[in-house]
């Protein structure tokens, strides 16, 4: 891991981190990846399938039926700015 | 201390606590982040509406670290619980002190079970499918699982088999046929302690599982040691899939659909940017890079995939021991209180993590009793149970 590939990581995570947490940041890569080296890469995996579920997963399908689970009110009363049911959106063109 | 935000009186007798990962419409949900503060769901979770219906009342809210994947919940965003110098659960509080009988807690990284072997509870994480999701935060999908504490094996079964069963709101949840498999227990006859999960544990911890192991023996329990050096290689692989599926799942958390909003913003990336710079704290923000680092394009397959296919090694290797073993026994954690001072290592939970991440990776149940932590067979948990019922029977 490099400062490069960390700024890389930073910005398309829309993270902006202090030099600290870079050198911190940095250091944890380092332990990680010495890990795995010893871990995980003495496990010969060449014939092993990939496991992204532990358990089978089934899809579910719902009957096709039109409703009206929230009013209008309720799906905005998290939102940091509303206005007439509206959602404020801060103003971001230059 | 405060231990969990209250709802008004209740007059409930079946009193519980829910932490701050489950979604609540009366309360504010915020995943121990300052991302969530103040954040109040639309819904509430299915666990929650179960367990009301069946007539447990919730009191409050115990609160979490940064969507729990610290240690015992000191990245919280209203500060580490500490007493005397030692870092508390605000769950684990909540039941000791007999204000709720019971917790509904979300296990994603292993805290919950950490602070219960801390605490001499008892807390059960069902097999991964058994007990809905819909509802909770989601942070490292494929192994977080709703779990329940309580002070006693019996009060933990008796809420779990509440909220337990198939959900149609939750994609990952097990059909009932399959859920039907928990109540076919067989009892638990041979455990392997496995000596290669105890390295690193202090005297303490150490001896309180050498306490429960003679006291499986004196119940009838064969207890062999058994030498693995697969099982310890989970949490090295749970890390990288743990930090990878919570690297996309908080990319939502953008400060502005809810959630918390930068106040200083020039233009439409600042404001993503410098919402999530200010709300996120140094743990996740590296979880978050390093999980991203994972899935790039130079290291996916050198990583993320190496780490599915190891999971698989070891969901194969629980199951050659499950072979001669109905259960397994390791510590759930390396000391029985955490001083302040481990937070000196902010990352200390990505090591701590060696004793929860084989249960977490493989979605294997996993009971904590007495200190030590018991993992079975999948839908295992009410066999597990039984045991520890029997354990604390005997010990009255």
């Not at chain 1, 870079?22 to 003495?42: H, N, Q, T």
């Not at chain 1, 089934?58 to 009110?73: G, H, I, L, M, N």
């Not at chain 2, 919950?112 to 007990?131: C, D, F, H, M």
């Not at chain 2, 913003?265 to 991203?292: H, M, Q």
Request: aromatic share 6%; hydrophobic share 40%; glycine share 6%.
């Amino acid at each position: 891991m490099d400062r490069d590939t960390l700024r890389r990581l930073g910005m398309l995570n829309q993270l902006s981190l202090t030099d600290v947490q870079k050198e911190e940041i940095i250091a944890f890569f380092d332990e990680r990846e010495s890990e795995a080296k010893a871990e995980l890469d003495v496990i010969d995996t060449s014939d092993v399938e990939r496991m992204v579920h532990v358990m089978p997963v089934f899809t579910v399908v719902r009957e096709d039926v039109a409703s009206q689970p929230f009013t209008r009110e309720a799906l905005q009363a998290g939102a940091p700015e509303t206005d007439e049911g509206y959602w404020c959106v801060p103003r971001v063109l230059e | 201390m405060k231990i969990y935000n209250a709802k008004k009186e209740i007059t409930c007798d079946r009193k519980i606590v829910v932490d701050d990962m489950i979604l609540t419409t009366d309360m504010p949900t915020t995943a121990g982040s300052k991302m969530l503060d103040g954040y109040v769901s639309l819904f509430e979770a299915e666990v929650l509406t179960r367990a009301g219906n069946a007539g447990y009342g919730v009191i409050g809210k115990t609160s979490v670290g940064e969507f729990a994947i610290d240690l015992v919940g000191e990245t919280a965003q209203d500060g580490a619980l500490i007493e005397d110098g030692i870092l508390k659960s605000a769950t684990a509080e909540a039941i000791k002190s007999g204000d709720a009988i019971c917790a509904i807690t979300l296990d994603v990284n292993g805290s919950v079970r950490r602070s219960v072997a801390q605490n001499s509870l008892v807390s059960v994480k069902p097999t991964y499918g058994t007990v809905s999701r819909y509802g909770t935060i989601p942070v490292a999908c494929s192994g977080e699982t709703v779990s329940v504490v309580a002070k006693t094996a019996t009060a933990c079964r008796e809420l779990l088999d509440v909220i337990a069963g198939h959900d149609d709101k939750d994609g990952t949840s097990l059909p009932e046929t399959e859920i039907a498999k928990v109540s076919e227990t067989k009892p638990v006859r041979r455990i392997a302690l496995l000596t290669d999960m105890t390295k690193g544990v202090d005297e303490e911890t150490s001896a309180r599982l050498d306490a429960f192991s003679k006291k499986l023996t004196a119940l009838g329990v064969e207890v062999v040691s058994v030498e693995n050096s697969i099982i310890p290689v989970s949490r090295v692989a749970w890390n990288i899939l743990m930090s990878a599926e919570l690297c996309n799942n908080v990319s939502r958390y953008d400060g502005v659909k809810y959630g918390y909003r930068a106040q200083n913003f020039t233009n439409i990336d600042e404001l993503y940017t410098n919402s999530r710079t200010e709300a996120f704290g140094e743990l996740l923000k590296t979880a978050i890079i390093f999980g991203s680092e994972t899935l790039s394009t130079e290291n996916y397959m050198k990583v993320y995939d190496k780490a599915l296919r190891v999971r698989r090694v070891i969901v194969e290797e629980f199951a050659r021991l499950f072979a001669d073993y109905d259960a397994v026994l390791t510590p759930a954690c390396s000391m029985m209180a955490y001083p302040e001072s481990v937070r000196a290592d902010k990352y200390i939970s990505y090591k701590e993590n060696f004793y929860t991440a084989p249960a977490s990776i493989t979605g294997l149940p996993a009971v904590v009793a007495e200190g030590a932590q018991l993992i079975g067979k999948a839908f295992s948990e009410n066999a597990l149970l039984d045991l520890v019922a029997l354990c604390e029977k005997e010990g009255k």
